[in-house]
């Protein structure tokens, strides 16, 4: 049977109808899916953004060493520089307080403290340690340096010698990107430690000699001397105010300090001697040869030169900031020691400074203190 064409075109229409009506409805069932994926998409993307918590950035971690120095007035400063760091919210700052202490001298006997007090004052609860009535002279320190962006020595003269490994262990932390802070007579310990020596440039006392290296100091013409001539390490004068001057105002830790400022009674430290590689001279004072001559030895003037007083060193990747200041509670409490401090710590953990400099600031004539509680 044939069928009539017309027949045949209603046929043909109604198959390609049909074809149609079913791509039509694949197509919809796929646009359906896709927009409720990327519904799906969208809602989840809102969801993980309202569920982002910003987190403050990780703090610093810096660590104070104390336990024996000359100074007996060290357990109250470790408790200061403590406080000046967490004040800056960059660091928390942990205590190691080594098993066996020791007080120091009774340097201020003006001062109305009896000689223990300050260990008594200002404890660490969580520690118990012996104190022992003269110089330590064997060490068993042992430690991890690598849990810490940055070691704060409160150390002094009389410091017993780490034992080797630890010794070799600091230097591989400092040698692979480690920070070091040097505070006033920690740099009169370990006078015959050569690597501890290069890490912070000059030294004081501490068995030091003309065979430790020269004399580092600025002239009248503004250039850096090394001079290697005989002599003894280490001096300072009677505690007085004496002016800073900048040296290198474009490093982090001093940009933006004035050029000149007065710090608050401190022993004016000179006559420093070391390798002084890899190092650079942040400030100086002048170290007048009848004004900071020690009235206690005749036979030692003061040097008459810009002697070194904050310095910046490198030591393979690892960073040290050395500040002679703070021989006592009130040289301490002064602004200028504790920018710097602030500072040269942040800037020894991390190679930079992200703190503003205080409004506070010493000027050229007058000092500026902060009360410690
Ligand atoms: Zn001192």
Known sequence: MVLPSYL???????????????????LMKKLIAFSIFCFALISCGEKQKKEVVELPPAKLKALIIDGQNNHYVWPKTTMMMKGYLEE???????????DSVWLGIKYNQSR???????????????????ISDSPI?????????????VIISNLGAESPLWPEKTRSDFESYMANGGGFVVIHAANNAWGE????????????????????????????????????TDGVCGSHGPEYEFQLTT???????MKGLPNKWLHTP???????????ENATILATAFADVEKNAPPWDPNIKGLGQNVPQLMAINYGKGRVFHSTLGHFDYSMECAGFITTLQRGTEWA?????SQEVPEDFPTADSTTSRAWK
């Open 247 to 253: 040296r290198a105002p474009e490093h982090p830790i």
């Open 266 to 276: 401190d022993e004016l430290y000179e006559r420093m001697r070391g390798p002084f």
């Open 8 to 26: 045949v075109h209603v046929h043909l229409m109604s198959i390609l109808v049909l074809i149609l009506f079913n791509y039509t409805i694949i």
């Open 193 to 228: 430690w050569e690597e501890f020596n290069k890490m912070i440039g000059l030294g004081a006392w501490g068995g030091r000699n003309e065979k430790s290296g020269p004399y580092v100091y600025y002239n009248e013409a503004g250039e850096i001397v090394k001079d290697s």
């Open 88 to 98: 800056t919210n960059l660091f928390t700052v942990d205590i190691h307080r080594m």
């Open 349 to 353: 953990a991390t190679g930079t400074v």
């Open 137 to 149: 002279k064997i060490s068993e320190f042992a430690f991890d340096f690598k849990d810490y962006d």
């Open 112 to 130: 109305p403290e009896t000689y223990t007090s300050f260990i008594e004052t200002y404890p660490l609860t969580d520690k118990t340690y012996n």
